[in-house]
């Protein structure tokens, strides 16, 4: 938009303030031009406090920038909204808007070694598929995956977010199959701003603090502005064993009555629902499982007792009895200590003529989201020989009456220490830009470089050959000492594994606090995982009215971007990242580990380096083709293409049309199509082989069990991208004879092709005996024995998903007198709500094309059908008080849990998950002059509502985690309380 049609819509602009305007559209080159407006869902706020707000509206479009009158669905945040409704933490109350409800946030990650970060997830449709942007900018990614870490956006300074919840890459570029989200900075700011608050949950735990100051001025003679803000804050961990409603250990198990002679059935189905279920494949002092001891524990001091294995037992569960409670070890919020520092400054040279630069630092720390033992249990279970020195002689004798030689202990090693950890991240970024009006062109352009670097370590981590070369302990026949029978034998051939017999220490596995400090210090270790992630962008483009139809002018914008991202992932403990686990050399190791990459326990991440480069070029117009006829107000017509062209998977052309028409003042009637793509991420492109032993039938050989064999997940650099298209229709309703209010309701079909993932060995197999040539070239046969003896599973543009549902938003301010004439304040009501009506992915599968709904379904796509934020707000001179209400509708617990449409073999005892009401309320007192200074107390989850579900998860031998993390409130009632001042 010219400076001309600027000040047509809002008077002149003079000085640093068009600078700003200027600045504001150099900084959002690669996305879209800028303008002053108010914003419509405001607009008769705005007039009855005759008060004009500055807003730069983000509309899937570089030309439309009022959000209302573009064809692209908007939805705009106001920030101060969401810290008085969630002051403790932005990114977490970003999640808690229907439309990013999926998203992943500290509070929200289930068990990770990478805590800290979070990502947004509009749709529902996967995190990578939602393109994050900071003032218009991609922001740098913080991971091999390619998502960019919200938790690093200052949050003292944005002023507001904008959602466009349509496909948008023909305006913005890849990711923006979902939409964008844009946090806009207030870079503008003059004066001094900051706030104190601190916070804790009604359990005495998840304490937090928070701090920002925040300031901004005008030199030399107003040319130059400069604003600088730094914020640090801190959120305690919350540990599983602090929640009563988690002590009930609530889940999902397999029904052991379930048998051929008495199959599933309506009254009898496959799953069922239990409290207190428990782990019955080890326990705390170790459990022998199968053969003629089972059921065999040792008690602290190694005697041998029996366990009890209470009621519906399965290989992993039990009900009651002596199994272990899953939910006393782990963590369930992470925490996390962050300091944020952000700059920014602009140079005005003329009116014509400006640049400007600024430069982020963040540095986080976040403890690990996993406090569990080390667990040797199911295919990880010690292998204890008959000749080992620590078994009781009672075992011992049992053994050699049974003619058994080894037995198979689980364990849950407490003792071993909990794993723990830290993830480190440092964050800089650089950008530096300019702004010129040239002939009523406004030419921008920006050069951007950054880069986040991650450290985890991983502590307590138990090395697999280590502690199964330990607990292979014997008797020295010349001292009469305890050993490593590796000692008395040494290892010859192979060397790593002799290496790292070196210095065994013999460890007791029999009996809760058995093992020896000196056996602890030799098997356990630290895992660590480097990555460094980066990007520099180089950008360039103009916009303009060149010319007017008879409609209004015209607008034009066009440019090129050039990116580079860039990831490597690095492990200090290569040796044992990068072991194939084998049996062959340790007698003591389960058979069930050969063929496992990486040494550790857990987190064994593998090295990952890779390159991206991106090239586009794009163009949009926009077409008045009415005003002010009989049948139309208005009707415009936008169009944008992208020609896109990626190093590794080569060229793509993206489109956008759209189209608004006005029949009367109140109503807009809007329609958009687009193609969107997402292209590959590092990790997808060159992820090296993750190996595992292969278990498959084969069918070319009468669906026999295949002997061995190996199979290797891996990443593909052949990789395309994901093609999306995407239709939205909706309109808009400002009523002349309601004033204050405004609402709109879009309709929203997604379509991905192209998705990529795995199908896994045994589909590859399968689609090969098929006739799938393809999917042959894929599996390796020994000549001789024409049995199988690999299958690479890589990553495959194969999958599909389609979504579609329906957005609801309705705005109402008004002052109270305008009800009744001696009332005073301000009432302003505001409704976001969604409605999901289908959630499908169609992945190919060891029987074919299999296609699931996932609307509705709580466990796995968390997507409930219908959600909804009702936000009141009531302000009375000084005092003030906001009530909001988060609706989480009903659902499934598994929407393939229905024997009515899957089978009785996939039936569950009760597959229904009720609906949720929290309730968050905050009251606030200004005071000061003109009401500069604020206090406020807020209470989020007033009644102490626990999730739906209350703890339900799916058992795993591992842990449990509680189901829907990115839904339901974990925490319960929590209170903060802090001061704001802005002078």
Same mark, same amino acid.
């Given at each position: 938009?010219?400076?001309k049609?600027?000040q047509r819509?809002?008077g002149? @602009?003079?000085?640093?303030?068009?600078?700003?305007?200027?600045?504001?559209?150099a900084s959002v080159l690669?996305?879209?031009?800028?303008a002053v407006c108010?914003?419509?869902?405001?607009?008769?706020?705005?007039?009855a406090?005759?008060a004009?707000?500055?807003?730069?509206v983000?509309?899937?479009?570089?030309l439309i920038?009022?959000?209302v *009158?573009a064809?692209?669905?908007?939805t705009?945040?106001n920030? %101060?909204?969401?810290?008085?409704?969630?002051?403790?933490?932005f990114?977490?109350a970003?999640?808690?808007l229907p439309e990013l409800?999926?998203?992943?946030?500290?509070?929200?990650?289930?068990i990770?070694?990478?805590?800290?970060q979070s990502?947004?997830n509009?749709r529902?449709?996967?995190?990578?598929?939602t393109?994050t942007?900071?003032?218009g900018q991609r922001?740098?990614?913080?991971?091999?995956? +390619?998502?960019?870490?919200?938790?690093?956006?200052?949050?003292?300074?944005i002023?507001?977010?904008?959602?466009?919840t349509g496909?948008?890459?023909a305006?913005?570029g890849?990711d923006?199959?979902?939409g964008v989200?844009?946090?806009?900075?207030?870079?503008?700011?003059?004066?001094?701003? #900051?706030y @104190?608050?601190?916070g804790i949950?009604d359990?005495?735990?998840?304490?937090?603090?928070?701090?920002?100051l925040?300031? #901004?001025?005008?030199?030399?003679s107003?040319r130059l502005?400069?604003?600088?803000?730094?914020e640090?804050? !801190?959120?305690?961990?919350?540990?599983?064993a602090?929640?009563?409603w988690?002590?009930n250990d609530v889940?999902v198990?397999?029904n052991?009555?379930?048998?051929?002679?008495?199959p599933?059935s309506?009254t009898?189905p496959?799953?069922?629902?239990?409290n207190?279920?428990?782990?019955?494949?080890?326990?705390l002092?170790?459990?022998?499982?199968?053969?003629?001891l089972?059921g065999? %524990?040792?008690?602290?001091?190694?005697t041998p007792?029996p366990?009890?294995?209470?009621?519906?037992?399965?290989?992993?569960?039990q @009900?009651g009895?002596?199994?272990?409670?899953?939910?006393?070890?782990g963590v369930?919020?992470g925490?996390?200590t962050?300091?944020?520092n952000?700059?920014?400054?602009?140079?005005?040279?003329?009116?014509?003529?400006?640049?400007?630069?600024? =430069?982020?630092f963040a540095? *986080?720390?976040?403890?690990?989201?996993?406090?569990?033992p080390?667990?040797?249990t199911?295919?990880?279970?010690f292998?204890i020989?008959?000749?080992?020195a620590?078994?009781p002689a009672?075992?011992?004798?049992?053994?050699?009456?049974d003619?058994?030689?080894?037995l198979?202990?689980?364990?849950?090693s407490e003792?071993?220490g909990?794993?723990w950890g830290?993830?480190?991240e440092d964050?800089?970024?650089?950008?530096?830009?300019?702004h010129a009006l040239?002939r009523?062109?406004?030419?921008?352009g920006?050069?951007e470089?950054?880069?986040?670097?991650?450290?985890?370590?991983?502590?307590?981590d138990?090395?697999?050959?280590?502690a199964f070369?330990?607990?292979?302990a014997?008797v020295?026949p010349?001292?009469?000492?305890?050993v490593?029978?590796?000692?008395?034998?040494?290892?010859?051939n192979?060397?790593y594994?002799?290496?790292?017999?070196?210095?065994?220490?013999?460890?007791d596995?029999?009996?809760?606090?058995?093992?020896s400090?000196s056996a602890?210090?030799?098997?356990l270790?630290?895992?660590?995982?480097?990555v460094?992630?980066?990007?520099?962008?180089f950008?360039?483009s103009a916009?303009?009215?060149?010319?007017?139809?008879?409609?209004g002018?015209?607008?034009?914008?066009?440019?090129g971007?050039?990116?580079?991202?860039?990831a490597r992932?690095?492990e200090?403990?290569?040796?044992i990242?990068?072991e194939?686990?084998?049996?062959?050399?340790?007698? #003591?190791m389960?058979?069930?580990?050969?063929?496992?990459?990486?040494g550790y326990?857990?987190?064994?991440?593998?090295?990952l380096a890779?390159?991206i480069?991106?090239?586009e070029g794009f163009?949009?117009?926009? @077409?008045?083709?009415?005003?002010?006829?009989?049948?139309?107000?208005?009707?415009?017509?936008?169009?944008?293409?992208?020609?896109?062209?990626?190093?590794q998977?080569?060229?793509v052309?993206?489109?956008?049309?759209?189209l =608004?028409y006005?029949p009367i003042?109140d109503l807009r009637?809007?329609?958009?199509?687009?193609?969107?793509?997402r292209?590959p991420?590092i990790?997808?492109?060159?992820?090296a082989?993750?190996v595992?032993?292969?278990?498959?039938?084969?069918p070319?050989?009468?669906?026999?069990v295949?002997?061995?064999?190996y199979?290797?997940t891996?990443g593909?650099p052949?990789?395309?991208p994901?093609?999306a298209?995407?239709?939205?229709?909706?309109?808009t309703?400002q009523?002349?004879w309601?004033?204050?209010?405004?609402?709109?309701?879009d309709?929203?079909?997604?379509?991905?092709?192209?998705?990529?993932?795995?199908?896994?060995?045994?589909?590859?197999?399968?689609?090969?005996?098929?006739g %799938?040539?393809s999917?042959?070239?894929l599996v390796?046969?020994d000549?001789s024995?024409?049995y199988?003896t690999?299958?690479?599973n890589?990553?495959?543009?194969?999958?599909s998903?389609?979504?579609?549902?329906?957005?609801?938003?309705?705005?109402y301010?008004?002052?109270?007198?305008d009800? =009744?004439?001696?009332?005073?304040g301000d009432?302003r009501?505001?409704l976001?709500?969604n409605?999901?009506?289908n959630?499908?992915?169609t992945?190919? +599968?060891?029987a074919g094309?299999v296609?699931i709904n996932?609307?509705?379904?709580?466990s796995n796509?968390?997507?409930? !059908?219908?959600?909804?934020n009702?936000t009141?707000n009531y302000d009375?001179?000084?005092?003030g008080a906001v009530v909001?209400?988060?609706?989480i509708?009903?659902?499934l617990?598994?929407?393939t849990?229905?024997?009515?449409?899957y #089978?009785f073999?996939?039936a569950?005892s009760?597959?229904?998950?009720g609906?949720?009401?929290?309730?968050?309320?905050?009251?606030?007192y !200004?005071?000061?002059?003109?009401?500069d200074?604020e206090?406020?107390?807020?209470?989020?989850?007033v009644?102490?509502?626990?999730?739906?579900?209350d703890?339900?998860?799916?058992f795993?031998?591992?842990a449990?985690?509680?189901?829907g993390?990115?839904?339901y409130d974990?925490?319960g009632?929590?209170?903060?309380l802090?001061?704001?001042?802005?002078?």
């Amino acid at each position: 938009m010219s400076r001309k049609a600027i000040q047509r819509a809002t008077g002149p @602009v003079k000085g640093r303030n068009f600078r700003h305007l200027s600045r504001s559209s150099a900084s959002v080159l690669a996305l879209m031009s800028v303008a002053v407006c108010v914003h419509p869902a405001l607009a008769q706020q705005e007039q009855a406090a005759a008060a004009p707000v500055e807003q730069v509206v983000v509309t899937g479009s570089r030309l439309i920038t009022n959000g209302v *009158d573009a064809p692209t669905p908007v939805t705009v945040v106001n920030t %101060q909204d969401l810290k008085t409704t969630s002051p403790g933490d932005f990114a977490a109350a970003l999640e808690q808007l229907p439309e990013l409800a999926n998203s992943t946030g500290v509070a929200s990650q289930t068990i990770s070694f990478a805590g800290g970060q979070s990502y947004l997830n509009l749709r529902g449709l996967g995190n990578s598929r939602t393109l994050t942007l900071l003032d218009g900018q991609r922001m740098v990614p913080a991971n091999v995956q +390619g998502l960019p870490d919200i938790n690093l956006v200052p949050d003292a300074m944005i002023s507001r977010t904008d959602i466009v919840t349509g496909g948008a890459s023909a305006a913005y570029g890849s990711d923006a199959v979902a939409g964008v989200v844009n946090f806009i900075l207030d870079n503008n700011f003059t004066g001094v701003k #900051g706030y @104190v608050q601190g916070g804790i949950s009604d359990y005495d735990d998840g304490a937090s603090e928070q701090v920002s100051l925040t300031a #901004g001025g005008n030199f030399f003679s107003d040319r130059l502005h400069v604003v600088t803000s730094f914020e640090y804050k !801190h959120q305690d961990s919350i540990y599983e064993a602090s929640r009563p409603w988690l002590m009930n250990d609530v889940a999902v198990i397999s029904n052991p009555n379930v048998t051929s002679r008495n199959p599933a059935s309506p009254t009898n189905p496959s799953r069922i629902i239990s409290n207190n279920v428990q782990n019955s494949a080890g326990s705390l002092g170790g459990l022998i499982v199968g053969g003629p001891l089972n059921g065999t %524990q040792f008690a602290p001091n190694g005697t041998p007792e029996p366990f009890d294995f209470g009621t519906d037992q399965t290989s992993s569960t039990q @009900v009651g009895g002596s199994g272990v409670n899953g939910n006393l070890f782990g963590v369930l919020v992470g925490g996390l200590t962050q300091a944020v520092n952000y700059t920014h400054a602009d140079y005005n040279f003329s009116d014509d003529f400006s640049v400007f630069g600024q =430069v982020q630092f963040a540095h *986080d720390v976040a403890p690990t989201t996993s406090s569990d033992p080390n667990r040797e249990t199911g295919t990880a279970a010690f292998n204890i020989l008959s000749t080992n020195a620590y078994l009781p002689a009672s075992i011992k004798t049992a053994m050699a009456a049974d003619h058994i030689t080894s037995l198979s202990l689980g364990r849950i090693s407490e003792d071993f220490g909990r794993f723990w950890g830290t993830t480190n991240e440092d964050t800089y970024n650089f950008v530096g830009g300019f702004h010129a009006l040239i002939r009523d062109w406004n030419v921008d352009g920006y050069a951007e470089t950054g880069q986040v670097t991650e450290a985890v370590h991983v502590y307590n981590d138990a090395i697999f050959d280590k502690a199964f070369l330990a607990s292979n302990a014997v008797v020295n026949p010349a001292t009469g000492q305890i050993v490593c029978a590796s000692t008395l034998n040494p290892i010859t051939n192979n060397p790593y594994v002799a290496a790292e017999a070196v210095g065994c220490q013999p460890l007791d596995v029999f009996g809760n606090g058995s093992p020896s400090p000196s056996a602890l210090k030799y098997i356990l270790g630290t895992e660590i995982d480097h990555v460094i992630s980066q990007q520099n962008v180089f950008d360039l483009s103009a916009h303009g009215e060149p010319f007017s139809l008879w409609a209004g002018p015209v607008g034009i914008a066009f440019g090129g971007t050039y990116r580079t991202v860039a990831a490597r992932q690095t492990e200090p403990n290569l040796p044992i990242n990068s072991e194939v686990l084998s049996n062959t050399n340790i007698p #003591g190791m389960p058979s069930g580990l050969n063929g496992k990459l990486g040494g550790y326990e857990l987190n064994d991440v593998q090295p990952l380096a890779g390159r991206i480069s991106v090239g586009e070029g794009f163009l949009e117009t926009d @077409v008045p083709l009415a005003k002010d006829e009989w049948w139309a107000k208005s009707l415009s017509f936008d169009a944008a293409g992208r020609f896109t062209d990626y190093s590794q998977s080569g060229a793509v052309t993206t489109w956008k049309l759209g189209l =608004v028409y006005q029949p009367i003042d109140d109503l807009r009637l809007r329609v958009t199509g687009s193609e969107d793509i997402r292209a590959p991420n590092i990790s997808e492109l060159y992820t090296a082989a993750s190996v595992g032993g292969l278990a498959v039938t084969d069918p070319f050989n009468n669906n026999r069990v295949n002997p061995g064999g190996y199979g290797y997940t891996t990443g593909n650099p052949n990789l395309k991208p994901e093609d999306a298209h995407q239709i939205t229709a909706g309109a808009t309703y400002q009523p002349s004879w309601l004033p204050g209010f405004s609402g709109s309701v879009d309709y929203y079909l997604i379509s991905v092709a192209g998705e990529i993932t795995s199908i896994g060995a045994q589909s590859i197999l399968n689609y090969c005996y098929q006739g %799938q040539a393809s999917m042959c070239a894929l599996v390796t046969r020994d000549p001789s024995t024409g049995y199988v003896t690999a299958i690479q599973n890589p990553l495959l543009n194969i999958a599909s998903a389609v979504t579609d549902g329906i957005d609801l938003e309705a705005d109402y301010h008004a002052h109270m007198s305008d009800f =009744v004439s001696n009332w005073v304040g301000d009432l302003r009501i505001r409704l976001l709500s969604n409605f999901l009506d289908n959630l499908k992915s169609t992945t190919p +599968g060891t029987a074919g094309n299999v296609t699931i709904n996932r609307a509705g379904d709580i466990s796995n796509t968390q997507s409930p !059908h219908w959600r909804a934020n009702l936000t009141v707000n009531y302000d009375l001179d000084a005092w003030g008080a906001v009530v909001r209400e988060r609706y989480i509708g009903a659902g499934l617990f598994d929407s393939t849990f229905n024997f009515a449409k899957y #089978g009785f073999a996939n039936a569950i005892s009760d597959n229904d998950v009720g609906a949720v009401w929290y309730t968050d309320a905050t009251v606030n007192y !200004h005071f000061g002059t003109d009401f500069d200074r604020e206090v406020y107390f807020t209470v989020n989850n007033v009644f102490n509502r626990n999730p739906a579900a209350d703890g339900l998860s799916s058992f795993s031998v591992e842990a449990t985690q509680p189901i829907g993390k990115t839904l339901y409130d974990m925490i319960g009632r929590t209170y903060t309380l802090g001061i704001r001042f802005n002078l």
